[in-house]
């Protein structure tokens, strides 16, 4: 019989908003936008749970989320920072297992099967964990335990924020069942809605669909989704994965013209997160791909090949901007899109590249226009 697993999954709450009212005591208990200028082009990076309770999400234009709550208070990323409590809360991961795969900057999958220090329980790891990143650095996290990484991940957002869920493997099908179809992992917006459609609202409902069912709507996705409604998923807990590529996207709250300059605000924040994102793995890209899909959910990409890796907010924004003038939609609104770097290489194998000041120079210095 085959070891069963125990898998933790950490989400930081509300990670960059977090940090900036733990070192500004003033932000305590308000609500706090960290993003672009509402008075100028610009769309939240994240928000804090005051905010939150405002309907204020990531992506959202800056200028929407201000309507929605004249008094928040935005504050401009500091990614530096950032990174530097990411690799604090790395550090404590790392004391209680190697197993430890990251998925970004405030999120990663930890494997406590045979953890370094013996102790019997992944539920006491989890908690233990927690302690640590609270009295370390000051901030709360949600953890998720369970014997894959599908059930983690769900458990971890089950109860945020500062959640701790079990989800236990004679429980699993129970909750499963119970759980709302947009709650599962890796079904968004639009499958959630045709999901819907289908009279599919639930675990349970989704699993009654045949394999060859969900395979003809879903294509290779319809695997997935049967597995994960029965709590399957064999994926490990990969700590040297080597990525492909780093991308971000995001579904717009609704429809959007070509030529409305939000498109032109949301984009610019996905390359910062990208930039960001790809320049803690240490990482270039040769390769940048513009993605969007339009409101009849047709999807286009369009991609450019460069000689040299970038990683820089302003050389992603300068490819992707020139792939985005040239889009035709035919008079079609779009309501999602994404940026992606792959092609990757480590930084010393370039020749082309930026000092870690320069890029934070760009970063401080790279206003909403």
């Known amino acids: 019989m085959d070891e069963i697993k125990k898998i933790i999954?950490?989400?930081?709450?509300?990670?960059?908003?977090?940090v900036e009212q733990r070192d500004n005591p003033e932000l305590r208990g308000k609500p706090v936008i960290v993003g672009g200028d509402p008075h100028s082009r610009g769309v939240v990076a994240t928000c804090s749970y005051e905010a939150r309770a405002y309907g204020i999400h990531s992506a959202m234009p800056a200028k929407i989320a201000q309507k929605r709550c004249p008094y928040a208070i935005f504050v401009r990323p500091r990614f530096d920072v950032y990174r530097e409590v990411s690799e604090q809360i790395r550090d404590i991961f790392h004391r209680y297992t190697d197993l430890v795969e990251p998925l970004s900057l405030d999120e990663a999958f930890l494997d406590v099967t045979n953890p370094k220090i013996p102790i019997k329980y992944a539920t006491t790891i989890a908690k233990f964990i927690k302690r640590d990143i609270l009295i370390e650095t000051g901030l709360s996290a949600s953890a998720g335990v369970s014997y894959n990484?599908?059930?983690?991940?769900l458990a971890s957002d089950?109860?945020?924020?500062?959640?701790?869920?079990?989800?236990?493997?004679?429980?699993?099908?129970?909750f499963l069942?119970?759980?709302p179809i947009e709650k599962f992992f890796g079904i968004g917006k639009v499958t959630s809605k045709t999901l819907k459609t289908l009279g599919i609202k639930n675990g349970y409902d989704l699993r009654q669909m045949s394999l060859y069912d969900l395979e003809k709507i879903f294509k290779s996705r319809g695997y997935f989704y049967y597995n994960f409604a029965r709590g399957i998923d064999n994926r490990p807990v990969e700590p040297y994965r080597e990525r492909k590529s780093v991308g971000s996207e995001t579904t717009l709250d609704h429809n959007y013209r070509l030529d409305e300059e939000e498109i032109v605000d949301i984009l610019d924040e996905l390359c910062l997160d990208v930039s960001n994102r790809i320049t803690y793995l240490n990482k270039l890209g040769k390769t940048v791909t513009l993605k969007m899909k339009?409101?009849?959910f047709t999807q286009i990409t369009r991609s450019t090949s460069l000689e040299y890796g970038i990683n820089s907010h302003e050389d992603i924004r300068k490819n992707i901007y020139n792939l985005f003038r040239n889009?035709?939609?035919?008079?079609l609104q779009i309501r999602l899109v994404g940026v992606t770097l792959s092609n990757l290489i480590d930084i010393n194998e370039s020749t082309h590249n930026i000092t870690?000041?320069?890029y934070m120079e760009n970063i401080s210095t790279n206003k909403d226009d």
């Open 9 to 18: 999954h950490i989400d930081m709450d509300a990670f960059y908003a977090s």
């Open 177 to 179: 069942d119970k759980l």
């Open 158 to 174: 089950y109860q945020k924020p500062n959640g701790f869920t079990v989800i236990m493997p004679g429980d699993a099908q129970q």
């Open 149 to 153: 990484k599908f059930l983690a991940k």
């Open 356 to 358: 870690l000041f320069e």
């Open 327 to 331: 889009i035709q939609c035919n008079n």
């Open 294 to 296: 339009f409101e009849d």
